[in-house]
Structure formats: structure tokens, C-alpha cells
């Protein structure tokens, strides 16, 4: 049969890209499990996103997180990737106006510098999309992890914290790749509505993680554990009470766990100048990052710190 005869192969019968481990970025990069020895009482500081490079980068912002983690000894951070903007010349994103550094290299020795005042602090470092896109280049986020002492976690990782042989609590950590929008015509129904995508989308990753957090989605915020109450008898009626979660063990029921997404540190405006999130039609978002609060070895509430 000629070429010009033979029949079309259906669209679904075409072969397709999938991510596979020859592909480096997945068979190189395995998750990591890290093990920090925390004292019973710190803070955990949650942040990512800080997008070194381009000018739209919030470095005041980064100045005061600084300056939060060094104004008490027990406070400890993680970043959650995208630590640069790692935007080349042939991205269709790249915006001359807003790059500041335009090489990846001088984006990677940016951050490590920046960073190094706090490195003492670092538990663990993970890459995000922006490195991912450039992993050809080299595994950019490693070497920032690497020049500032930091482990690295690739994009997802666990973390158990354990107070010298007792174990406290895991902590789920990952990039993400999801974006928290609600078109609720309500303010409070909106952030109702983003808020349990979160705890969806991240729920069922994995079991026994008492926090479980991502980035990337540039919002911050978190969801705390569900209060339900029940009643039980007495000899002298019914009584009140809530159930009291648990925080470690193979399985933990998943209105017991702590989610959060931990903003970010790129503005969206400013004067002068065109980023690539405003012509994309983003709205505005606070920036700033999370403080998950350890006391008695306990997760027992978390703070967004704007900046």
C-alpha cells in the first residue's frame, strides 16, 4: 500500500512523551528522608519561592526573614525551591526588564551568598520548576544546598524530627506544582475553598506526616486540625469533649494533620517595569513565609508572617 493510501493513525494511538527514570531530573534526584535532631521547644520557619534574579524579588522581604531566624537560637528553616528565577535568554518567559543576574550561575552564587548568615539554621533544601527547567544546565539547587551546607531534599522530601531517641512528628515537604484558586463570589468562601484544595491535593501523599506542606502556589496559608467534638457519659449526664488528634504513628487520620502552602517573595507589580506574572493575569498575593510552633515536642500552632 503507497503512502498516499495508507490510513491516518488514530490520536490516540499515538505515542506520547512520559516522564521516565532515564529522564535525569527523576532517576538522579530521588526523594530524600532526613533526620534532624530538634530540641522540644523551636520554631520551624516554612518558605520558599524567593525567585533570586529577577528584580521583582522581594529582598527586603528575605532581610527580614533573616532577622526573624536569627533573633532566637531554636529557630530553623526549610526552602521549598524555586530559590532562583532561572530564567535564560531562550525562555519565553525571560523578561530583560526584570532580570537582574541573567546567568544561572551568577542567580546560584546570589543565593548562596545571600543565604549564608542563616545556613546554620538550614534543615533541608529542595529544588523547584524554575531549577527543574534548566536541569541540562545542572542540578542548580543541590549546589546552592551544597555551597551553604543545607541537606538536599530534591522536590519532595520527609523530614523526622526526633529529640535525641524520642521521635516528635514527620513533616511532609514538597515543591508542588498546584495553584490554589476559588472563583467564589465571597471572601470567605474563597479562602474556604483554597484551603481545602490544599488539604486535598496534599492528604493522601503519604500517611504518618503530622505537617504536610508545599510551595510554587505563591498563597499563603494553612490549615490546622479539625476540632470534633463528641459527647460521653457520666454519672451525671452527658459531658463534652474533643477528640485529641495523635501526631506520629504509621497512620494519621487526615483532620488531624497540619497543611500549609508557604507563599512566596516575588511582587507582581512595580513601577516601571513588566513581570511575566503580571501579563499572565495573576492576581496579587501576600507574601511572606510560615512559622510551624514546636512546644513540649507538639506541633501547637502556626503563624503567617507577612513582609
Known amino acids: 500500500m503507497s503512502d498516499a493510501r495508507r490510513p491516518s493513525t488514530p490520536k490516540w494511538m499515538k505515542a506520547r512523551p512520559v516522564a521516565c527514570r532515564a529522564d535525569p531530573i527523576f532517576h538522579r534526584w530521588p526523594m530524600q528522608r532526613i533526620e534532624f535532631d530538634a530540641p522540644m521547644d523551636f520554631n520551624l520557619i516554612d518558605h ?42 531562550d525562555d519565553k518567559r525571560f523578561n530583560e526588564d526584570t ?11 546570589k543565593a548562596i551568598k545571600l543565604y ?6 538550614g534543615i533541608v533544601g ?40 524520642k521521635k516528635l512528628f514527620n513533616g511532609f515537604f514538597t515543591h508542588g506544582r ?36 508545599c510551595g510554587h502556589a505563591h ?3 494553612f490549615v490546622e486540625p479539625v476540632q470534633r467534638l463528641y459527647l460521653h457519659d457520666t454519672p451525671h449526664g452527658l459531658k463534652q469533649a474533643y477528640l485529641q488528634g495523635k501526631q506520629t504513628g504509621l497512620y494519621i487520620d487526615p483532620d488531624d494533620r497540619w497543611y500549609g502552602c508557604s507563599g512566596a517573595f516575588l511582587r507582581l507589580y512595580a513601577d516601571g ?6 501579563m499572565a493575569g495573576y492576581d496579587p498575593v501576600e507574601l511572606g513565609f510560615l512559622v510551624w510552633k514546636i512546644r513540649d515536642g507538639l506541633i501547637t500552632g502556626c503563624e503567617r508572617v507577612t513582609i
Open 99 to 109: 532580570a537582574e543576574r541573567i546567568t544561572p550561575s551568577q542567580q546560584r552564587d
Open 116 to 121: 549564608k548568615p542563616i545556613a546554620h539554621r
Open 273 to 278: 517595569l513588566t513581570g511575566y506574572g503580571e
Open 178 to 213: 498546584w495553584q490554589f484558586n476559588s472563583q467564589a463570589k465571597d471572601h470567605e468562601q474563597r479562602n474556604a475553598n483554597m484551603k481545602a484544595m490544599l488539604k486535598m491535593r496534599l492528604r493522601m501523599k503519604v500517611g504518618d506526616s503530622a505537617i504536610m506542606s
Open 48 to 89: 520558599g519561592d524567593t525567585h533570586l534574579g529577577d528584580i521583582l524579588c522581594s529582598y527586603s522581604g528575605i532581610e527580614r526573614l533573616m532577622e526573624y531566624v536569627l533573633a532566637e537560637p531554636y529557630r530553623y528553616w526549610i526552602h521549598k525551591g524555586d530559590w532562583i528565577e532561572a530564567i535564560t535568554t
Open 126 to 165: 529542595l529544588f523547584g520548576n524554575h531549577e527543574a527547567k534548566l536541569h541540562r544546565y545542572g542540578n542548580l539547587a543541590k549546589e546552592i544546598c551544597d555551597g551553604l551546607g543545607v541537606q538536599y531534599g530534591t522536590y519532595s522530601c520527609r523530614v523526622v524530627f526526633k529529640h535525641g531517641k
Open 219 to 221: 498563597r499563603l496559608m
